[in-house]
């Protein structure tokens, strides 16, 4: 891997759907109070399920392409600042500038009349209220004069009621090479960042951290250490999340991720990544589902694979799930094109394939996403994703075997987790028409796959509750 080893291409996500067949056909008393509810009870779940299968192949095709892309794609580290060697070199210039800003008087006085101590000392600690942005910061460096190294310090408190952040706190290490006020020689030696949110957010408080492999003053590391860790708030089912990446130019290296759930539970993902940018990829899911895989990312040569098995705990139907593709990667605006195949082998032996064709294309800063869908049963759909930088937005088509037609839109997150909005007609006819959806359903879904919804059908409201596993439970609003 060369060139580009720690760039970010945030390539979408989303595959689709696999799945469904929507309404049963009527009995022979259609009027039936009975077979009424019956019809009911099976669309709600059909939808459910439905729902969940489009989580899930929004999840693989996430995954899928990440796996193609390298060790920073791959590595899901939760905190912004850390997330690769990019942001935080570009994190920690942000500081020194906060920093600067507000001590870089008190340095010039002292350069002035020589006052700066030789050895370790404090050259200034300023502390100062932003009106602007509702903070209290407080500054610090301590420079050493024998060796030219500076820790600084940049404290944020006292925040305005309405914002999210109660602390704030970054220490940067560096070697200033004994000019102070010159960017252009510091070498960053170490990053460590901690905030802790106010009571009532769903983030109680996250930490990072980044120790670059050595590096000429004036350039970018072409690897290093990264280190995240967010706690939760204790309404949240998940409790924490901890990740590595270890990456090292010419060694290849490696990546862990663990998330514990408030039940007791975890779910666990590890990457191994190799010099010539090949590498294996693991995950359990706290179910006990396994995904085991190789990859071939597209770094040195434009061209990627990948091959998945997920293989499900005994007795669940399906059994298990296998993924394979090869993409191209356009070097000049980084998109992809290929194709997807997933095999599906049921609990009686049974295979469902599907295929998905893949392309995508950018305008300016906009990054949009297509994918068609073919089953072999003859249902297809088309999905579009539009790029943004908190959050993809994503919408679809899919028609059944038996016609009913779904139309979805969803908000799918970095961290994998996806609010989802569907709606089921008749068939296309009927939605072309402006008939009223037969059923309406409102799901968010976990990063684990687990989440909950609601779905409404012919007047009647449903609560369903999504397992790991992707069974649901339903139970009807009295």
């Not at 700066?116 to 420079?143: K, P």
Request: hydrophobic share 35%.
């Amino acid at each position: 891997m060369k060139g580009k080893r720690f760039s970010t291409w945030t390539f979408t996500l989303v595959l689709c759907l696999l799945l469904m067949s929507m309404f049963a056909c009527s009995s022979e008393n259609p009027t039936s109070s009975d077979n009424n509810d019956d019809q009911v009870n099976e669309m709600v779940q059909s939808t459910s399920s439905s729902s969940v299968g489009i989580y899930k192949n929004i999840s693989s095709f996430r995954q899928v392409t990440n796996l193609i892309q390298g060790p920073v794609a791959i590595a899901d580290l939760d905190v912004p600042e850390v997330k690769d060697p990019n942001a935080a070199m570009n994190f920690a210039r942000s500081i020194k500038q906060k920093a600067f800003t507000l001590g870089v008087k008190d340095l010039k006085v002292l350069s002035k009349t020589g006052q700066i101590a030789f050895g370790d000392s404090v050259i200034w600690d300023v502390t100062e209220r932003n009106d602007q942005e509702g903070v209290t910061y407080r500054v610090s460096l301590i420079y050493d004069s024998q060796t030219g190294h500076a820790r600084l310090f940049v404290v944020g408190f006292d925040y305005l009621g309405g914002h999210p952040l109660e602390y704030d706190s970054t220490e940067i290490k560096a070697d200033l090479n004994f000019t102070i006020l010159d960017d252009s020689d510091d070498v960053l030696l170490s990053l460590e960042n901690l905030k802790r949110y106010k009571p009532g957010q769903l983030i109680s408080e996250e930490s990072g951290s980044f120790v670059p492999d050595a590096h000429a003053p004036g350039t970018e590391p072409a690897g290093g250490i990264l280190m995240s860790e967010v706690k939760y708030s204790d309404s949240s089912f998940i409790s924490s999340t901890t990740a590595t990446l270890e990456f090292h130019e010419g060694q290849g290296g490696s990546y862990m991720r663990t998330t514990k759930f408030s039940d007791g539970s975890e779910s666990s993902e590890e990457a191994t990544f190799n010099v010539d940018g090949t590498g294996t990829f693991s995950e359990l899911r706290r179910d006990g589902t396994r995904i085991d895989g190789t990859f071939d990312s597209a770094e040195e040569d434009g061209k990627g694979a990948f091959s998945l098995t997920t293989t499900f705990p005994a007795g669940h139907d399906p059994a298990s799930v296998r993924e394979s593709g090869e993409f191209d990667i356009n070097a000049s605006d980084s998109t992809i094109s290929g194709s997807f195949e997933r095999e599906v082998t049921l609990l009686n032996g049974d295979v469902e394939r599907e295929s998905v064709m893949v392309n995508q294309t950018r305008v300016g800063d906009v990054l949009t996403t297509s994918l068609n869908v073919e089953n072999a049963d003859g249902s297809n759909g088309y999905i579009t994703i539009t790029e943004s930088p908190e959050v993809d937005q994503v919408s679809g088509e899919w028609t059944n075997t038996d016609e009913t037609f779904l139309v979805f839109t969803a908000e799918s997150y970095p961290d994998d987790s996806v609010h989802l909005d569907a709606k089921v007609y008749e068939n296309e006819v009927a939605f072309e028409a402006g008939a009223e959806p037969s059923v309406s359903a409102v799901f968010d879904f976990y990063p684990d796959g687990s989440g909950m919804g609601v779905v409404t059908a012919d007047g009647k409201i449903y609560d369903v509750i999504i397992h790991p596993d992707g069974s649901v439970t339903i139970t009807a609003r009295e």
